[in-house]
């Protein structure tokens, strides 16, 4: 079974731009997380998708937004760009319950300039 | 709102030493455990869960951890350690109404030959 996959590893982009990341779950999982992990902030939890539908949110401001696909799949866009997003993004994907592990990708690493 | 607090941001411990990495909850009503670990470069991976039944549970790599409900813990331990555990260590907890994990700041586990 494959893994979650996360494009692209690594992406440098300068202050004032914007970027698109994409994240395909593992089959058969309708639930997808968007995490960012800084060394400072830990793990901050951005939003779940399922099935389509924005079903969480966290505390990020609105430049940071995402959609799902009818097939699962989910890219994170984040616009406008401040050097403070610097960070690695990770993608998660589950079933969509509470006793339903997330299954991780290795994250694309976003440094802004 | 669920809160999970791992007392220790670093562990330094020497090969063939017993590690245990703490990991405490706010909530008491039904909840689900799990420890993840993120080795570098990489997402985060399932180590092991709790849902329901025993309250100690192994991983395949010789780490347990025991759910205690009166004390809102899920301390995570292993006997003998080897420097391929060096690491960091995330405990997460769902439930309680929500199915969005909450995640502890991680512990870095440092091995020392």
């Known amino acids: 079974k494959a893994g979650v996959t996360q494009t692209p590893r690594y992406l440098i982009k300068t202050r004032g731009q914007q970027v698109t990341l994409s994240c395909s779950p593992i089959s058969g999982h309708r639930s997808v997380s968007w995490y960012q992990q800084t060394p400072g902030q830990g793990l901050q939890f951005l939003f779940e998708?399922?099935?389509?539908?924005?079903?969480n949110k966290g505390n990020f401001p609105g430049r940071f937004s995402g959609r799902q696909f009818s097939n699962s799949r989910s890219e994170m866009n984040v616009s406008t760009l401040e050097l403070g997003d610097s960070a690695l993004y990770l993608c998660?994907?589950?079933?969509?319950?509470?006793?339903?592990?997330?299954?991780f990708g290795n994250g694309t690493r976003l440094t802004v300039t | 709102a669920q809160s999970v607090t791992q007392l220790d941001s670093q562990v330094p411990v020497f090969e063939e030493a017993p590690v245990e990495l703490r990991c405490n909850y706010s909530?008491?009503?039904?909840?689900?455990l799990f420890w993840y670990v993120q080795y570098p470069n990489q997402g985060l991976q399932l180590l092991l869960k709790?849902?329901?039944?025993?309250?100690l549970v192994e991983s395949i790599n010789g780490f347990e951890a025991e759910f205690n409900k009166s004390q809102t813990s899920f301390h995570l331990r292993k006997p003998s350690v080897h420097i391929s555990d060096t690491a960091e260590y995330f405990c997460a907890v769902t439930g309680g109404g929500s199915y969005i994990p909450t995640f502890g700041r991680g512990t870095s586990l440092i091995v020392h030959p």
């Open positions: 909530s008491s009503v039904s909840v689900y």
């Open positions: 998708y399922f099935s389509e539908t924005q079903r």
């Open positions: 709790y849902l329901s039944g025993s309250t």
């Open positions: 998660a994907s589950s079933r969509g319950r509470g006793d339903s592990p997330l299954h």
